[in-house]
């Protein structure tokens, strides 16, 4: 899930994942700078999800950022004219007209959810077998590539690393990219 880097009460990085469901995020700035929006209009700059962009691109989880009326925001150093709109990269950064500063991230974690199939069957690239609707598996976060996951078929957490993009496979470590790093 995408998700954005905040600097909550400007000390600590926080994370916000940005629900791709939803209506968006006020960016508000203060204390807690992200607010998820419940309808109705605002001034606000804004992080909308971008559908339409999903559907013509096949990207599931793009965001884009909108300009406010009045407060000035900056992405990646450049100032975003009133009423622009700028598509959202991985780790793009924000700038609130109050210095408040966040980063947006399409990192995923690893994580098992119930397997849909689709019509082409899916193998699990451990155990060559393929994996069936409603079993629990694993999209690798770094090529998308599903393993098993349940009790009796552990594919993805049975080894340290995918077999195709060698990402790690352990499932309690956190985003490998965080603010701290730049
Ligand atoms: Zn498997
Ligand atoms: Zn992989």
Redesign the pocket.
Known sequence: MSHAWVRHKKVQWAVVELDHASTGYDLVGGDMPIKRRNGGLSDAPMLVPDRGDSARTGLKDAWVVVCGRDDPLWVNGLPLAATGIHVLNDRDEVLLNDRTRLYFSTERLARAEPFVAGEVETI?P??K?P?ETGTLAVPCPGCDVW??EDEG?P?WTYAATCVLCSRSTDMSAGYTWTPLAL
Do not use: A, F, Q, S
Request: with cysteine; charged share 35%.
């Open positions: 699990c451990r155990c077998k994996i393993y098993h078929r594919c």
